[in-house]
């Protein structure tokens, strides 16, 4: 996500939930999923720390062997206090977007994909509107997925996210456990070099 360059706020709340079934020749990329995230971003000739949350739906449809599109959606505010004065966004957004994914073992898969993303924020200060805007960016990404026992997925990706002239590169890591075949409970982090955030999540499988 960004603040007054509303790429920051944007760039912290470019995530995609991508978790799996129980071998890697049987994954389905065929889910919906939910999530709820917290982060921190450091703004640069600002001494506190933007903080914020939100919540972020995601949708799979495996159309081919190897081959996925995807459309998501999210939602959350952040806020800073700078002079005394707080200063508060509100961002909402969506993204479409496809992937590759192919086996490299028995238990992982190697994926790699790209997004267009679409993103509005509202900016006040101390409760009075100060700008509102729409951008749009795009993320390309790639990174492994794979079992380390049964019921438990470990995943990391690594994410270039682009708004204007502004771009993040962001790591993503996350675990995945297996209710059964069809339902997961998921968590997640990620960093850059400004910022973190943490996430919680489940994912339907179909």
């Known amino acids: 996500m960004k603040m007054i360059k509303c790429q920051k706020i944007i760039l912290t709340s470019a995530l995609i939930a991508l978790t799996s079934t129980i071998k890697a020749e049987t994954f389905s990329y065929t889910f919906i999923s939910a999530g709820y995230t917290i982060f921190n971003e450091e703004i640069d000739g600002i001494n506190e720390d933007l903080e914020g949350d939100g919540v972020g739906f995601d949708l799979s449809l495996n159309i081919a062997k190897n081959f996925a599109i995807t459309a998501g959606y999210a939602t959350g505010s952040a806020d800073v206090s700078v002079s005394g004065s707080t ?14 994914h192919t086996p490299v073992s028995e238990s992982t898969d190697f994926i790699f994909g790209a997004d267009f993303i679409r993103s509005n924020v509202d900016i006040d200060i101390d409760g009075a509107p100060f700008l509102s805007d729409t951008e749009n960016g795009n993320s390309i990404y790639a990174g492994v997925r794979g079992m380390i026992a049964y019921n438990v997925e470990l ?4 994410d270039r996210v682009k708004f204007d002239d502004s771009s993040s590169t962001d790591i993503n890591l996350g675990a ?14 990620s960093f850059n070099k400004d910022g973190t955030s943490l996430s919680l999540g489940a994912t339907k499988y179909f």
């Not at 509100?90 to 590759?100: E, H, L, P, Q, W």
């Not at 995943?155 to 690594?158: E, L």
């Open 87 to 100: 200063i508060n966004a509100d961002i909402d957004g969506g993204s479409v977007g496809a992937f590759f």
């Open 155 to 158: 995943n990391a990706f690594i």
């Open 176 to 189: 995945s456990y297996y209710i059964n075949k069809l339902f997961t409970l998921d968590a997640g982090y």
